[in-house]
């Protein structure tokens, strides 16, 4: 819960603030990460938070789950807030290879939450679409590939209709509670209030339905389009700044022109299929008439 609630107060000095979320990023606690061979910075500890949540979770017992229940959204609303518009957070958080395959397991395994997996899938998005890296590996193609090979594009942009729809059973009444304040002491306090209160309503955590407050809802809103773009902008530009002549355009030795222009033709199809359906499920489908509701 300590950790909980540190990541309620600092998402309000952070956000929207850019010069305060490089500043955070410069923090380095005592704690040493022998494979960086130098002191942990403070983003790096948050996702060993997060990883931390999820392996709690699962062993605890069925009365400890309704705490669980909103510890792993609130961290990830962390990383997303610092994330948003600043690129230096997102080479911080790719220098361990580690978190970027943590964060993927996170999105694409069922035994999370559609809530967990959605906000997982929307941190990915955000280190393709503000990923400033030239570096091999660590670039937003590199980080793109990596969502394509390990969920696949067609599952990973489902996530964020599964967040959508998470929304939609969160516990009434948002609208009685008082905002988070930016001050610390006011933060943790209106934090616990919220924990205290309505704890039996509905079945997902009232805690929930404080976090997800109409601006970060359009926060998420706006970044699944950018995302959406970006990666589908990212995949034609590379795919063609690298084309290779495929073996198959190649006509072979003793093959009559018929048959070559016959294969061709066939060839010339099968892409066609694909690129089809690729457009659909990145351009026709979040066009539905299915929005964040506030």
């Known amino acids: 819960q300590a950790c909980c609630r540190a990541s309620s107060v600092l998402t309000h000095i952070i956000k929207d603030n850019l010069q305060c979320k490089d500043r955070v990023l ?79 397991e996170l999105a694409a395994n069922k035994r999370f939450t559609g809530c967990v997996r959605g906000l997982a899938a929307v941190v990915l998005g955000a280190c393709v679409l503000n990923n400033a890296s030239r570096e091999k590996g660590r670039d937003a193609f590199a980080v793109a590939d990596a969502i394509s090979q390990k969920i696949g594009l067609t599952t990973y942009f489902l996530r964020f209709d599964e967040l959508r729809k998470s929304f939609l059973h969160l516990p ?89 222009i016959k294969r061709l033709k066939s060839f010339v199809e099968r892409q066609c299929n694909e690129m089809q359906v690729s457009f659909l499920f990145i351009t026709l489908i979040p066009s539905k008439e299915f929005i964040y509701p506030n």
């Open 26 to 104: 410069q923090i380095q606690l005592e704690t040493p990460t022998p494979s960086l061979g130098r002191t942990e910075p403070l983003l790096h500890r948050i996702v060993t938070c997060l990883s931390f949540a999820a392996l709690a979770e699962g062993e605890n017992d069925q009365s400890s789950q309704s705490e669980g229940s909103y510890i792993q959204p609130v961290i990830l609303r962390l990383l997303i807030t610092w994330l948003a518009d600043c690129a230096n957070a997102v080479n911080c958080l790719l220098e361990s290879a580690v978190h970027l395959n943590y964060i993927i």
């Open 172 to 260: 009434s009444g948002q609208q009685n509670h008082k905002q988070l304040s930016r001050s610390s002491a006011n933060s943790m306090s209106d934090f616990q209030e919220i924990e205290e209160e309505e704890t039996n309503k509905g079945d997902q955590h009232p805690v929930l339905s404080e976090i997800f407050d109409s601006q970060f809802v359009s926060l998420l809103s706006k970044l699944e389009t950018d995302i959406r773009e970006c990666i589908m902008d990212l995949f034609s530009r590379t795919k063609t700044a690298t084309a290779v002549l495929p073996v198959e355009l190649e006509q072979k030795n003793g093959e009559v022109d018929g048959e070559y």
